[in-house]
Protein backbone atom coordinates (compact mmCIF):
# COMPACT_ATOMS: atom_id res chain seq x y z
CA UNK A 1 0.00 0.00 0.00
CA UNK A 2 3.28 2.53 0.94
CA UNK A 3 4.77 2.02 -2.72
CA UNK A 4 0.72 2.64 -4.02
CA UNK A 5 0.41 6.03 -1.79
CA UNK A 6 4.14 6.99 -3.51
CA UNK A 7 3.56 6.61 -6.73
CA UNK A 8 0.39 8.20 -6.26
CA UNK A 9 2.24 11.52 -4.38
CA UNK A 10 4.79 11.02 -7.68
CA UNK A 11 2.13 11.89 -10.24
CA UNK A 12 0.43 14.44 -8.15
CA UNK A 13 3.23 16.22 -7.66
CA UNK A 14 4.16 15.56 -11.67
CA UNK A 15 1.26 17.04 -12.40
CA UNK A 16 1.42 20.18 -10.38
CA UNK A 17 4.69 21.19 -11.56
CA UNK A 18 3.42 20.81 -15.02
CA UNK A 19 0.92 22.44 -14.78
CA UNK A 20 2.71 26.06 -13.67
CA UNK A 21 5.51 25.08 -16.49
CA UNK A 22 2.99 24.63 -18.99
CA UNK A 23 1.30 28.18 -17.64
CA UNK A 24 4.74 29.76 -18.74
CA UNK A 25 6.74 30.07 -15.18
CA UNK A 26 10.16 28.76 -14.95
CA UNK A 27 10.97 25.96 -12.66
CA UNK A 28 13.70 26.81 -10.36
CA UNK A 29 15.85 23.52 -8.79
CA UNK A 30 18.64 25.24 -6.55
CA UNK A 31 19.51 27.62 -4.63
CA UNK A 32 21.89 28.87 -7.53
CA UNK A 33 18.74 28.96 -9.82
CA UNK A 34 16.88 30.80 -7.67
CA UNK A 35 19.71 33.77 -6.67
CA UNK A 36 20.16 34.21 -10.62
CA UNK A 37 16.69 34.78 -11.35
CA UNK A 38 15.76 36.27 -8.31
CA UNK A 39 18.25 38.79 -8.11
CA UNK A 40 17.32 39.93 -11.81
CA UNK A 41 16.53 43.54 -12.71
CA UNK A 42 12.55 44.01 -13.58
CA UNK A 43 9.79 41.99 -11.89
CA UNK A 44 9.71 38.87 -10.78
CA UNK A 45 6.70 36.97 -9.55
CA UNK A 46 7.51 33.72 -7.73
CA UNK A 47 4.96 30.87 -7.51
CA UNK A 48 5.50 28.72 -4.35
CA UNK A 49 3.96 26.07 -5.37
CA UNK A 50 2.46 22.67 -3.22
CA UNK A 51 0.77 19.98 -3.49
CA UNK A 52 -1.41 20.84 -0.59
CA UNK A 53 -5.29 19.96 -1.54
CA UNK A 54 -7.30 23.02 -1.63
CA UNK A 55 -4.89 26.13 -1.54
CA UNK A 56 -2.22 24.39 -4.09
CA UNK A 57 -6.10 23.34 -6.47
CA UNK A 58 -6.95 27.47 -6.27
CA UNK A 59 -3.08 28.95 -6.48
CA UNK A 60 -1.98 26.86 -9.68
CA UNK A 61 -5.68 27.66 -11.69
CA UNK A 62 -4.80 31.45 -10.29
CA UNK A 63 -1.12 31.51 -11.29
CA UNK A 64 -2.18 30.34 -14.66
CA UNK A 65 -5.15 33.04 -15.21
CA UNK A 66 -3.54 36.36 -13.74
CA UNK A 67 -1.17 36.08 -16.44
CA UNK A 68 -4.26 37.36 -18.74
CA UNK A 69 -4.07 40.84 -17.96
CA UNK A 70 -2.28 43.98 -19.40
CA UNK A 71 0.66 44.45 -16.91
CA UNK A 72 2.76 41.34 -15.95
CA UNK A 73 5.61 40.42 -14.35
CA UNK A 74 9.07 40.56 -16.60
CA UNK A 75 9.92 36.54 -14.93
CA UNK A 76 7.67 34.31 -14.13
CA UNK A 77 9.28 31.56 -11.85
CA UNK A 78 8.38 28.69 -9.35
CA UNK A 79 10.05 26.60 -6.89
CA UNK A 80 7.62 23.55 -5.25
CA UNK A 81 7.99 23.33 -1.22
CA UNK A 82 8.46 19.93 -0.24
CA UNK A 83 9.93 19.32 -3.37
CA UNK A 84 13.25 21.23 -3.92
CA UNK A 85 13.94 21.91 -0.44
CA UNK A 86 17.30 24.18 -0.72
CA UNK A 87 15.84 25.92 -3.68
CA UNK A 88 12.54 26.73 -1.91
CA UNK A 89 14.62 27.76 1.23
CA UNK A 90 16.78 29.82 -0.91
CA UNK A 91 13.83 31.65 -2.65
CA UNK A 92 12.23 32.22 1.11
CA UNK A 93 15.13 33.63 2.58
CA UNK A 94 14.56 36.94 -0.14
CA UNK A 95 10.66 36.84 1.42
CA UNK A 96 11.85 38.95 4.36
CA UNK A 97 9.41 39.67 7.16
CA UNK A 98 6.85 37.05 6.13
CA UNK A 99 7.03 33.36 7.74
CA UNK A 100 7.32 30.03 5.05
CA UNK A 101 3.58 29.73 3.37
CA UNK A 102 2.62 27.37 0.93
CA UNK A 103 1.16 27.71 -1.72
CA UNK A 104 2.25 31.78 -2.00
CA UNK A 105 3.26 34.58 -4.64
CA UNK A 106 5.77 37.06 -4.04
CA UNK A 107 6.36 39.65 -6.47
CA UNK A 108 9.77 41.14 -6.85
CA UNK A 109 11.07 44.33 -7.95
CA UNK A 110 15.10 44.29 -8.67
CA UNK A 111 15.57 41.68 -6.59
CA UNK A 112 13.83 42.85 -3.43
CA UNK A 113 10.32 41.40 -1.98
CA UNK A 114 7.39 44.45 -2.83
CA UNK A 115 4.47 42.24 -1.90
CA UNK A 116 3.37 38.49 -0.80
CA UNK A 117 0.10 36.54 -1.01
CA UNK A 118 0.34 34.38 1.92
CA UNK A 119 -1.46 30.81 2.23
CA UNK A 120 -3.70 31.90 4.40
CA UNK A 121 -4.80 34.64 1.16
CA UNK A 122 -5.26 31.77 -0.72
CA UNK A 123 -7.17 29.00 1.42
CA UNK A 124 -10.86 29.23 1.32
CA UNK A 125 -10.73 31.86 -1.46
CA UNK A 126 -11.89 31.36 -4.73
CA UNK A 127 -9.24 31.30 -7.81
CA UNK A 128 -10.67 34.74 -9.17
CA UNK A 129 -10.46 36.59 -5.61
CA UNK A 130 -6.77 35.43 -6.18
CA UNK A 131 -6.21 36.36 -9.68
CA UNK A 132 -7.60 39.41 -8.43
CA UNK A 133 -5.15 39.76 -5.55
CA UNK A 134 -2.18 39.05 -8.78
CA UNK A 135 -3.83 41.69 -11.14
CA UNK A 136 -3.96 44.13 -8.24
CA UNK A 137 0.09 43.89 -7.31
CA UNK A 138 0.46 43.45 -11.65
CA UNK A 139 -1.44 46.68 -11.65
CA UNK A 140 1.08 48.19 -9.24
CA UNK A 141 4.43 47.20 -9.27
CA UNK A 142 4.25 45.66 -13.49
CA UNK A 143 4.76 47.21 -17.07
CA UNK A 144 2.29 46.92 -19.61
CA UNK A 145 3.66 43.93 -22.14
Not at 114 to 137: C, F, N, S, W
Amino acid sequence: MNMDFNLFMNDVVRQARQEIVTAGYKELATPEQVDEALQQEGTTLVMVNSVCGCAGGIARPAAMHSLHYDKRPDQLVTVFAGQDKEATEKARSYFTGYPPSSPSFALLKDGKLVTMIERHEIEGHGPMEVVQKLQDAFEQYCEEV
